[in-house]
């Protein structure tokens, strides 16, 4: 009976371990919630966008001073077609216009709602670009940097043609690490942008666990 009792501990910690939701996932549904609230329509999830806005945030090589103030930088467009669609394995041919990002990076990881309400969502602007009803479709991501602070969130926005624009190639995205993307339905959590505290914790309570249970 101990024996079946450690087992499903290991089982049950293993699949609290890997099945944490995607916050870039989260924080497309709670823009298409506002957008709705709001009278304005729901925007398709592209994945291939998605991929497209994790590799706009690696073009700041981690540099959070230069996402905004008056100092603020933003990649180039030639980066589109020449590293960032290629990194995902976009077809470049599909690249569909960007009209409108919302960036935002701070030292301190926080859950989708937060970053949106709080880093994504601070003025008149992004208001105007949330609600716009030029946007067709979304993409968001979000990383650390190294696997730790600072911590980069961004959503790109485009008015493609859906199925038809940012398509992938064989319809999946070249892996990519650190960081997180939606419209892949994986599960992907802060915890996979910093693995140590996580599987820290496990290997304690499986630990402790032995112990209760006398192996």
Not at 47 to 65: E, M, N, V
Not at 136 to 157: I, K, N, R
Request: proline share 4%; net charge negative; with cysteine.
């Amino acid at each position: 009976m101990a024996v079946v009792t450690w087992f499903l501990v290991v089982a049950l910690l293993f699949v609290s371990a890997s099945a944490d939701d995607n916050p870039a996932d989260e924080l497309v549904s709670i823009l298409n919630s506002n957008r709705t609230a709001h009278k304005s329509t729901a925007l398709f999830d592209n994945p291939g966008l998605g991929c497209i806005a994790l590799q706009y945030i690696k073009a700041y090589q981690g540099r959070c001073d230069d996402v905004g103030g008056s100092d603020a930088k933003k990649p180039a467009d030639a980066e589109f077609a020449e590293t960032f669609a290629p990194n995902c394995g976009v077809q470049a041919s599909t690249l569909g216009p960007i009209t409108g990002r919302l960036l935002g990076c701070q030292s301190k990881y926080v859950g989708a709602s937060e970053a949106f309400s709080g880093l994504l969502i601070h003025n008149s602007k992004s208001l105007e670009i949330l609600y716009s009803s030029n946007h067709t479709e979304v993409g968001a991501a979000v990383s650390g940097t190294d696997g730790g602070a600072p911590y980069f969130w961004c959503v790109l926005f485009s008015n493609g043609k859906r199925n038809s624009s940012f398509v992938l190639d064989g319809g999946v995205a070249k892996t990519q690490r650190p960081g997180c993307f939606s419209g892949t339905n994986d599960d992907c959590s802060s915890a996979y942008m910093s693995q140590g505290p996580l599987w820290s914790t496990v290997v304690g309570i499986l630990i402790a666990v032995a112990y209760a249970l006398g192996f």
